[in-house]
C-alpha cells in the first residue's frame, strides 16, 4: 500500500481511538470530548476570523524564528568547525547555555518585548539554534579523511575547501538539524505563545481554557498537531530533494 | 544544490528585517492621542476596560487604548515595571507583595470587588456533593485547591475557616489552574476548590457544594484586583495618568450598572459560551479604591506569613 | 594538549563572561536585573543541603524515572517501527502529531488520567522526551547495514539475539544521539511538570520564587538548572563513551589512513 495512504489511515485509526476513549469511560468524556465534538469545535472555530488572525501569527513566528535559527546556527557551527581553538574555548559555555530550559527565558523575554511576537520568536530561536549548530558541528567534524587529504594534496584553499568538502559532507547533518529544529520551533512557538500571551495559537488555546471551553481548547490543539505534521511532510520532502544524489551516505547517518 | 541555501540565506534575512523593522512604542507627535498598552488577563473581572474601550471613554480622552492579555500578575508587574506596558492589572495581594519587595509600582484605580453577599459572589469555596466535609473548618488536615499559592486564594480561605471556628493553619493547599479544579474535585484527588466564574457556574452544573463565599469571609467589600502603574510614568507624565483614571472611573461605573452589556462584551475576549454568560455572577465594580478593604487584606496576609511587614498603603494607593 | 592547557581552555570564556556579568550588573537598582553579587548571595543562601534534599532530590529522581521509561519506551517501540517500513508510514504521522502537542495542553490532559501526584510529573517528562529516541531508533534500524542483515538471516540468527547483536548494536550511535537530545528536554520538562499541581521540585520552588517577586533568588534557581545540565551532560558524554567504545574505535581506526 502507498505510503501516504497509510500515513492517512494511520491518522483516522487515531481519530477513531479518539471517539470510542471518552464513551466508553476511559476519559472522563466532559474534559476529554470525543472526537466528533472536537470536529464540531473545530468548525466553530473556522468560523472566527481571530482563529485564522492566530494561526497566521504561528506560523509567521515558526518561520520567522526557524529561518534565524538556521542561519544562525549554519554560521557559528561552520565558524567553530573551520577553527578548533574557538570551539575548544566555547565549549563549556556552550554545555552550560544548552540546557537552559527556554521557559526560564521567559520572565527576561516578557520584560524585553512584553506580550508580542518578537518574544515568542525569541524563545524559538533560543531552542531550535542549539538543534541546528549541534549538527552542524558533527556534520564538519565528520568529514571523510581520505577527501580531506585529497583536497590537501590538491592545494584547494579555503573557500574552496569549504564549498567542496565541507559542505557536501555536513549536508546531510545540516538537513536533520533543520528537521528536527523545525519541530522544536513549532513546539515553542506554541507553547510560548501560550506561556507568554503573545498572539497565536498557543494564546487561543489559554484563553479557551480560561473560560472553561473544553472543546474549543481540544479542536486548536488538534490544529497545532495538524501543523507538527504538515511540518513533518513538508521537511521530509525538502530532505528528499536536497539529498537525492546523496541517498548512499543517507543509511549511516543520523536521523 | 545551492539554490536552496541562497533561498533560505535570502528567506531568514527578509525576516528578521521584517520582524526588526515592526517596532512599537514610538512616541506620537504633540495633539496626537497617546497610545498604551494595559496588560489584563482574559478573565470576567476585566470586563469594564473592554466595555470602556468599546465605548469610547478611552478615545474620547485621547488615549489610543491597546489590551493585551497576559498570563497572571507575575507576568504583567515586571512588564509594566519596565515599561512594556503603561498600565497592568494584577490582584490585590500581588500587589502588596511586590511592593514590599521594592517594586516602584503605584495603584491607579480600583479593578473589581467581591459583591459582598454570602453565597451569591462571583467565587465559592466547593466540595464534593457526597463529601463528609459540610463546612469550612472541616477543611482542617485537607487539601484545598487554588490558582497560585501564597496569594489571594489562600488569604481568604484560611479566613473563611476561621470564621467558622477551624484553625487556619491548619488547611493545606495545592496550586491547580483553574480550569483543573473541577476535574481533581470529582476525582477526588483534592477535597475542595475555590473558583471563580465560570468556573463556578460550572461546578454548580456538575452537582458540586458550595460551603462558603471566601472573598466575603476575608472582609466586606473586598478588593480582589486593582489597576496599576509604575512610579516611573507616575512622575513622567501624571496628566496620561489622571486620564487613564478617570477613563477607568467612567468604564467601572458603567460596567456596574449596564450588566447585560458586560455578559455580551465577554463574548468578544473569551471563548465563555452565550449560555454560561448568561448564567455567571457578576463581580462588583465600584470606580473608588476600598482602603479599608485593602488594609484588611493587607493585615490577614501579614498574619498568614505572606507579607513579613505592616504593608505601607499610602505609598501604594491612590 | 596538556591537562591544564585544556582546564584553562575550558574554563576562560565562561570566567570571562561571568565577569562582565559582575561588573555590569554591579550598581543595577533594576529588580529584574541585581547585581550579579546578590544572585550568588541568594544561590548560597537558598540552596542549602536542607533545600537541596526537599526539592532537588525529588526533581532528580523524577527526571531520571521519566528519563529512563522514555528510554525503555522509546527504544522498543523504535525497534517495533523501524523494522518494518508497513508499519512506520502507518504511525509516522500520528506521532509528529502527538509531538507537535505542547507540553503544558498536555499536562492537563495526562493530570485527568493520573490525578496529581508523582506519577503524572513521570509520565510528563516521558511523554516529551521520548520523541528523540524514538525517531532516532527509527532511523537507526531503518539505516542498518544490508550486508549483515543478509548475513543473519544466512545464518539464522533471528529474534532476541538479532535484535541485541545486529539491530540495537547498528542503532546504537544514532539512539544515543536521540538520547542526548531526550536529555536537553527532559530537564525543561522536570520544571514544567512541576508548574501544576507540584508541592515541591526544583521547577516548582523556581516558579514561587517568581511569583513572590524574589528575583535574585529565582535567578539563582535558573543558574542551578544550568549546572545540573551541564552535571548530566557530563555523565552523559562517560556513559556514551563507554558504550560506544567499538563505534568511536572504528571511526578512529578508520581515520588513521
Redesign the interface.
Known amino acids: 500500500?502507498n505510503?501516504t495512504v497509510?500515513?492517512?489511515?494511520?491518522?483516522v485509526?487515531?481519530g477513531g481511538l479518539l471517539e470510542v476513549a471518552p464513551r466508553v469511560g476511559?476519559?472522563?468524556a466532559?474534559?476529554?470530548p470525543p472526537s466528533s465534538r472536537i470536529a464540531a469545535a473545530l468548525a466553530e472555530q473556522a468560523r472566527q476570523p481571530q482563529f485564522w488572525a492566530a494561526l497566521g501569527d504561528t506560523v509567521q513566528t515558526w518561520?520567522?524564528g526557524l529561518?534565524?535559527a538556521?542561519?544562525a546556527g549554519l554560521a557559528v557551527g561552520v565558524l567553530l568547525g573551520a577553527v578548533p581553538m574557538l570551539w575548544?574555548?566555547?565549549?563549556?559555555?556552550v554545555?552550560?547555555?544548552?540546557?537552559?530550559?527556554?521557559?526560564?527565558l521567559i520572565?527576561l523575554v516578557?520584560?524585553?518585548?512584553?506580550?508580542?511576537?518578537?518574544a515568542t520568536?525569541v524563545l524559538v530561536v533560543y531552542a531550535a539554534f542549539?538543534?541546528v549548530l549541534l549538527q552542524v558541528l558533527h556534520g564538519v567534524a565528520d568529514v571523510d579523511?581520505v577527501a580531506r587529504d585529497t583536497a590537501r594534496v590538491y592545494r584547494l584553499g579555503r573557500w574552496a575547501r569549504l564549498r567542496y568538502l565541507v559542505w557536501p559532507s555536513a549536508?546531510p547533518y545540516v538537513v536533520t538539524g533543520v528537521r528536527?529544529a523545525a519541530?522544536v520551533a513549532?513546539?515553542l512557538a506554541?507553547?510560548g505563545s501560550?506561556?507568554?500571551?503573545s498572539p497565536g495559537l498557543?494564546?487561543e488555546?489559554?484563553?479557551?481554557?480560561?473560560?472553561?471551553?473544553?472543546p474549543?481548547?481540544y479542536a486548536l490543539?488538534v490544529v497545532?498537531?495538524?501543523?507538527?505534521?504538515v511540518?513533518?511532510?513538508a521537511t521530509r520532502a525538502?530532505e528528499r530533494?536536497?539529498l537525492a544524489?546523496h541517498t548512499a551516505v543517507?543509511?549511516?547517518?543520523?536521523? | 544544490m545551492r539554490r536552496p541555501l541562497v533561498a533560505l540565506f535570502t528567506a531568514a534575512a527578509l525576516l528578521t528585517a521584517t520582524a526588526c523593522s515592526s517596532s512599537g512604542g514610538e512616541k506620537p507627535a504633540a495633539g496626537q492621542p497617546d497610545n498604551v498598552n494595559a496588560g489584563v488577563i482574559a478573565i470576567v473581572d476585566v470586563a469594564p476596560i473592554y466595555l470602556g474601550k468599546q465605548q469610547g471613554f478611552f478615545s474620547k480622552r485621547n488615549i489610543n487604548l491597546t489590551l493585551t492579555t497576559a498570563q497572571g500578575g507575575a507576568a504583567i508587574v515586571p512588564a509594566v515595571v519596565s515599561g512594556q506596558y503603561q498600565f497592568g492589572f494584577s490582584n490585590s495581594i500581588s500587589l502588596l507583595l511586590a511592593a514590599e519587595k521594592g517594586l516602584p509600582l503605584k495603584v491607579v484605580c480600583n479593578g473589581n470587588n467581591s459583591t459582598g453577599k454570602d453565597g451569591e459572589d462571583f467565587a465559592g469555596l466547593f466540595v464534593k456533593a457526597d463529601s463528609p466535609i459540610k463546612s469550612p473548618k472541616d477543611l482542617v488536615g485537607k487539601t484545598v485547591a487554588a490558582n497560585t499559592l501564597k496569594n489571594i486564594v489562600e488569604v481568604s480561605v484560611r479566613a473563611s475557616v476561621k470564621k467558622d471556628g477551624g484553625d487556619p493553619a491548619g488547611v493545606k493547599f495545592a496550586e491547580l489552574p483553574f480550569p483543573d479544579q473541577l476535574p481533581a474535585l470529582q476525582a477526588g484527588r483534592v477535597d475542595a476548590i475555590f473558583v471563580v466564574e465560570p468556573f463556578q457556574a460550572a461546578a454548580v452544573a456538575a452537582g458540586a457544594k458550595k460551603i462558603a463565599s471566601s472573598y466575603v469571609d476575608a472582609g466586606p467589600n473586598l478588593t480582589v484586583a486593582m489597576y496599576f502603574t509604575s512610579q516611573q510614568l507616575e512622575s513622567s507624565n501624571p496628566d496620561l495618568v489622571k486620564r487613564f483614571t478617570e477613563a477607568m472611573k467612567e468604564s467601572l461605573a458603567y460596567a456596574d450598572s449596564h450588566p447585560d452589556d458586560v455578559r455580551a462584551v465577554l463574548g468578544t475576549y473569551t471563548q465563555i459560551s452565550a449560555d454560561v454568560r448568561a448564567k455567571l455572577t457578576l463581580p462588583k465594580w465600584p470606580a473608588e479604591v476600598d482602603t479599608a478593604s485593602v488594609q484588611t487584606l493587607a493585615d490577614l496576609a501579614q498574619s498568614y506569613g505572606l507579607l513579613t511587614k505592616p504593608a505601607n498603603l499610602t505609598d501604594l494607593l491612590p | 594538549m596538556t591537562f591544564v592547557r585544556r582546564i584553562i581552555l575550558a574554563v576562560a570564556l565562561p570566567i570571562t563572561l561571568l565577569g562582565l556579568w559582575w561588573f555590569a550588573s554591579e550598581g543595577s537598582t533594576n529588580y529584574l536585573w541585581p547585581p550579579l553579587s546578590r544572585i550568588l548571595t541568594a544561590f548560597g543562601d537558598t540552596w542549602t543541603a536542607e533545600r537541596l534534599r526537599a526539592d532537588v532530590v525529588p526533581s532528580l529522581t523524577r527526571l531520571a524515572a521519566g528519563y529512563g521509561l522514555a528510554v525503555i519506551a522509546g527504544i522498543a517501540l523504535g525497534v517495533l517501527i523501524g523494522g518494518a517500513p508497513r508499519v512506520r508510514a502507518f504511525t509516522e504521522p500520528v506521532l509528529e502529531f502527538m509531538r507537535a502537542i505542547p507540553p503544558p495542553v498536555l499536562v492537563p490532559i495526562i493530570m485527568l488520567v493520573l490525578g496529581l501526584g508523582d506519577t503524572m510529573k513521570i509520565v510528563v517528562i516521558a511523554s516529551g522526551c521520548v520523541w528523540p529516541i524514538l525517531l532516532n531508533t527509527v532511523e537507526g534500524v531503518r539505516g542498518r547495514d544490508e550486508v549483515l542483515d543478509d548475513t543473519c538471516r544466512t545464518y539464522g540468527i533471528r529474534g532476541g539475539l538479532r535484535v541485541r547483536h545486529l539491530v540495537l548494536r547498528a542503532a546504537s550511535p544514532q539512539i544515543l544521539t536521540g538520547a542526548r537530545q531526550a536529555l536537553s528536554i527532559a530537564i525543561i520538562l522536570m520544571v514544567i511538570s512541576e508548574l501544576f499541581a507540584a508541592e515541591n521540585g526544583l521547577g516548582f520552588t523556581v516558579m514561587q520564587f517568581s511569583r513572590g517577586f524574589q528575583i535574585p533568588e529565582m535567578w539563582s534557581g535558573v543558574f542551578l538548572l544550568g549546572l545540573i545540565g551541564v552535571a548530566l551532560a557530563a555523565v552523559y558524554r562517560l556513559v556514551e563513551a563507554w558504550l560506544l567504545r567499538w563505534y568511536h574505535g572504528q571511526r578512529l581506526s578508520r581515520r588513521e589512513w
Open positions: 500500500m505510503r497509510l500515513g492517512l489511515l494511520g491518522l485509526t487515531f476511559l476519559v472522563p466532559q474534559y476529554a518561520l520567522t529561518a534565524i538556521v542561519a575548544s574555548v566555547t565549549a563549556t559555555t554545555e552550560f547555555l544548552r540546557p537552559i530550559p527556554s521557559v526560564a520572565p516578557v520584560v524585553l518585548y512584553g506580550s508580542t511576537i518578537r520568536v542549539w538543534q579523511p549536508l528536527l519541530s513549532l513546539i506554541v507553547t501560550l506561556i507568554v500571551g498557543g494564546k488555546i489559554e484563553v479557551a481554557r480560561q473560560s472553561g471551553a473544553a474549543a481548547v490543539v497545532t498537531g495538524l501543523l507538527g505534521v511540518a513533518n511532510v525538502i530533494r536536497v544524489w543517507r543509511t549511516e547517518v543520523g536521523a
